[in-house]
């Protein structure tokens, strides 16, 4: 069992920037693909940003060119750095982790963008 940690998450104006992090209780974490999805309310969660456990990265298009994955295998983190923040990206951020069958999900962290 995989616990995921959200953090950073909080009330930005439109147009700032927020970074959210998750760390990971695994001694292994670097064999895990990472991925940040969000859900907003009364739609779907849906996948924002994914890094592999090689460092290739992907991105929804609506956050293409303002949001970035990254992670750091001796910390056991995953972040996302997201810039240009519109009321639209408001969402509950989740951190998820997925190796071989295994598929592990953190609590969640709410972004509020709004004026």
């Known amino acids: 069992q995989v616990q995921l940690l959200e953090s950073g998450g909080g009330l930005v104006q439109p147009g700032g920037p927020l970074r959210l992090s998750c760390a990971a209780s695994?001694?292994?974490?670097?064999?895990?693909?990472m991925e940040w999805y969000r859900q907003a309310p009364g739609k779907e969660r849906t996948l924002v940003a994914s890094?592999?456990?090689?460092?290739?990265?992907d991105y929804a298009d609506s956050v293409k060119g303002r949001f970035t994955i990254s992670r750091d295998n001796a910390e056991s983190t995953v972040s996302l750095q997201m810039n240009s923040l519109k009321p639209e990206d408001t969402a509950v951020y989740y951190c998820?982790?997925?190796?071989?069958?295994?598929?592990?999900w953190g609590q969640g962290t709410q972004v509020t963008v709004s004026s």
């Open positions: 890094i592999t456990s090689g460092g290739d990265t």
């Open positions: 695994t001694p292994i974490f670097s064999f895990y693909n």
């Open positions: 998820h982790a997925a190796w071989n069958t295994m598929s592990f």
